[in-house]
């Protein structure tokens, strides 16, 4: 059974950094392109970023310049490092993996984290 679990979220001041971990089992990790999602309260979730397996990293423009990927396949997991984080940012953050798929719904991914929340505040 494939397991996804996020961890490393809380409460952080505008201009902070916050580093979000996911560990994953059940899954041959260094296989998978690996992805974070975050969802805001009444809005819908929004893609964040990808780690693919082939080391590639993208992220979505609100993001870019301040959030950076990584992975370490040796222990299955993927990182989202968050630097100068904004009121905006304020979510539940998901991991998620899969084959990425851009035109699949939520790009393919097939395994999903529970979520952890990140709450930025002034």
């Known amino acids: 059974q494939v397991q996804l679990v996020e961890s490393g979220g809380g409460l952080v001041q505008a201009g902070g950094s916050l580093t979000l971990s996911c560990t994953a089992s059940?899954?041959?990790?260094?296989?998978?392109?690996m992805s974070w999602f975050r969802q805001a309260p009444g809005k819908v979730r929004e893609f964040v970023g990808a780690?693919?397996?082939?080391?590639?990293?993208f992220y979505a423009d609100s993001v870019k310049g301040r959030f950076t990927i990584s992975r370490d396949n040796a222990k299955n997991t993927v990182y989202l490092h968050m630097n100068n984080l904004k009121q905006e940012d304020t979510a539940v953050y998901y991991c998620?993996?899969?084959?990425?798929?851009?035109?699949?719904?939520?790009?393919?991914?097939?395994?999903w984290g529970k979520g952890t929340q990140v709450t930025v505040s002034l």
């Open positions: 059940g899954l041959t990790f260094s296989m998978y392109d």
């Open positions: 780690g693919g397996s082939s080391g590639s990293t």
């Open positions: 998620a993996g899969g084959i990425w798929t851009s035109l699949a719904i939520d790009f393919g991914m097939q395994h």
